[in-house]
């Protein structure tokens, strides 16, 4: 079956890094686009970063644009999120989520991680 | 970027009862572009609906999509018990896709 197994949350300074993993199994990895969402505690979802199937393309919400990147390794079965210069407002669980169509024919996000908190704070 | 408002913010309905959930986009997007996901409190959210009016695999038929450009429906026909939670639009209509703030359902 599908699994998306995270890792790579817990606390960090203002100004500081982390990188988040997320490895996958029960589907051909490399077919589809994969996104990062995150939710802040008690708040509702926001979308961050979709990484192209391929690795070619990569979007991002205008609040993380500039200090995270996604990346993938396809080889590996595994997406990764590196985020930088990280602000308290970035505080929330972090998901993530596998397209539903197969190489960008967009469809939805029917496939999620549990979830990795992070949580940025002095 | 593309901004969507759900309406109402809570819907508080008894079992049975027919629930509409709404999305309003700040744009015109095809209404092929938008899902729907439930999510309950400490799980990960479920996709529901996928391109306006695509059930998910395993979604039961009380649940459908609908609407236009701007204007788009989620029905939960009879409402059961284990349908409380909140429930999320997104488009990706745009490169940069977005999610509505949500509408919590609760079941008297």
């Known amino acids: 079956q599908v699994q998306l197994v995270q890792s790579g949350g817990g606390v960090v300074q203002p100004g500081g890094s982390l990188r988040l993993s997320c490895v996958v199994s029960?589907?051909?990895?490399?077919?589809?686009?994969m996104h990062w969402v995150r939710q802040a505690p008690g708040k509702g979802l926001e979308w961050v970063a979709v990484?192209?199937?391929?690795?070619?393309?990569?979007y991002y919400s205008d609040s993380v644009r500039g200090r995270f990147a996604s990346s993938r390794n396809n080889s590996k079965n595994t997406l990764f999120l590196q985020m930088s210069s990280l602000r308290p407002e970035d505080t929330a669980v972090y998901y993530c989520?596998?397209?539903?169509?197969?190489?960008?024919?967009?469809?939805?996000?029917?496939?999620w991680g549990h979830g990795t908190l992070v949580t940025v704070s002095s | 970027e593309i901004v969507l408002t759900q309406s109402p913010g809570t819907l508080s309905l008894s079992p049975g009862e027919r629930a509409t959930l709404s999305c309003r986009a700040s744009q015109h997007l095809s209404s092929r572009y938008l899902a729907w996901y439930q999510q309950k409190p400490g799980q990960a959210p479920r996709l529901l609906i996928y391109?306006?009016?695509i059930r998910a695999t395993g979604i039961p038929d009380r649940f459908s999509g609908s609407g236009s450009e701007t204007d788009l429906t989620l029905t939960i026909s009879r409402l059961e018990p284990e349908d409380s939670a909140v429930y999320y639009c997104q488009q990706y209509y745009s490169s940069a896709w977005t999610f509505g703030q949500g509408t919590k359902v609760e079941i008297k």
């Open positions: 990484k192209s199937h391929d690795g070619s393309s990569e």
């Open positions: 029960g589907f051909t990895f490399s077919n589809y686009a």
């Open positions: 989520a596998k397209e539903v169509g197969v190489a960008g024919a967009v469809g939805g996000l029917d496939y």
């Open positions: 391109d306006s009016s």
